[in-house]
Nanobody, 126 residues
Framework: QVRLVESGGGLVQPGGSLRLSCRAYGFTGNDYAIAWFRQAPGKEREKVSGISIRDGPGSGYVGDSVAGRCSISTDNAKSIVYLQINNVNAGDTAVYYC?????????????????WGQGTQVTVSS
């Protein structure tokens, strides 16, 4: 069974950085993709970033709302994907969800998600 487990959420000061991790259990090999979505109160769930484990760096997506502030990386040996957002602001406050496609994402949209993590709360506040 595939399971996604997020960690690293919590309180972050404005201007600081957040770093989240998503560990994937149950995949065989590297033929899958991971995406991060987030949902703020009263707003639609939006895509943040994603990466193909199989194809590696440069294969994924970075959302406009975090462009220039976001990086995504992987530890393939441990099946972990990291999300880092620098210079955070109040608009980054949301529940962040790790999501996976069994093979790949095409447009990196919600309907392409095969598996969801439970979500982790990030709050940006002084």
């Amino acid at each position: 069974q595939v399971r996604l487990v997020e960690s690293g959420g919590g309180l972050v000061q404005p201007g600081g950085s957040l770093r989240l991790s998503c560990r994937a259990y149950g995949f065989t090999g590297n033929d899958y993709a991971i995406a991060w979505f987030r949902q703020a109160p009263g707003k639609e769930r939006e895509k943040v970033s994603g990466i193909s484990i199989r194809d590696g760096p440069g294969s994924g997506y970075v959302g406009d709302s975090v462009a220039g502030r976001c990086s995504i990386s992987t530890d393939n040996a441990k099946s972990i994907v990291y999300l880092q957002i620098n210079n955070v602001n109040a608009g980054d406050t949301a529940v962040y969800y790790c999501a996976a496609s069994a093979r790949f994402f095409n447009l990196w949209v919600l309907k392409e998600v095969d598996y969801w993590g439970q979500g982790t709360q990030v709050t940006v506040s002084s």
